[in-house]
């Protein structure tokens, strides 16, 4: 076995066997990346481990999509849009693109990734589109798992508004 051939097994083993490594760091970055002091929930929280998980199974050969193998549930906001969906992905790509290099994989191991995060962002984009208006084109590589609309409380503020302003008449 070539040096190539073990450090492809080594992202390949670390991306299957402990999905969940990786996941926490993409949570980390998530919540340290945004301008809220409390984000709102993640739509991809549930579905981060399992994708991680089948994304290893791919980049150790596996040839079918590992989003159409993703077996979990992925969130889907119209009030948060696809902007949202954009957001998690990018941050997504970029801890599992940081961990192929740190586990010194190269570009055939990016190009997997990279692959398989377009067709995850294609479709959550295509299944969201779908939600708002039925007539819209369904998504090119179906997800595996189960796909639910996410409704959003509004936040007091918007809830009542000038409630502040009311609370602070009272003091």
């Keep these: 076995m070539t040096e190539r051939s073990r450090r492809a097994v080594g992202v390949a083993r670390v991306f299957t066997q402990q999905p969940d490594r990786l996941a926490a760091a993409w949570r980390r970055v998530r919540c340290m990346g945004s301008s809220q002091m409390h984000p709102p929930p993640s739509l991809l929280d549930g579905l981060v481990e399992p994708f991680i998980r089948e994304l290893g199974l791919s980049i150790g050969g596996d040839e079918t999509s590992p989003w ?18 954009y957001d998690e992905f990018a941050v997504l790509r970029r801890c599992l693109v940081d961990a192929v290099e740190v586990l010194g994989g190269g570009d055939p191991e990016r190009a997997v990734v990279n692959r398989a995060l377009d067709e ?40 009542r508004p000038g409630a502040e302003a009311a609370r602070a008449a009272l003091h």
């Design 68 to 85: 159409s193998r993703t077996r979990a549930v992925l969130r889907l906001s119209p009030e948060r849009g696809a902007r949202a969906l």
């Design 120 to 159: 995850a962002v294609d479709s959550a984009v295509a299944l969201l589109q779908r939600m708002v208006d039925a007539s819209a084109e369904g998504p090119r590589v179906p997800f595996g798992g189960l796909v639910v609309e996410c409704f959003e409380r509004p936040t007091e503020a918007r809830a």
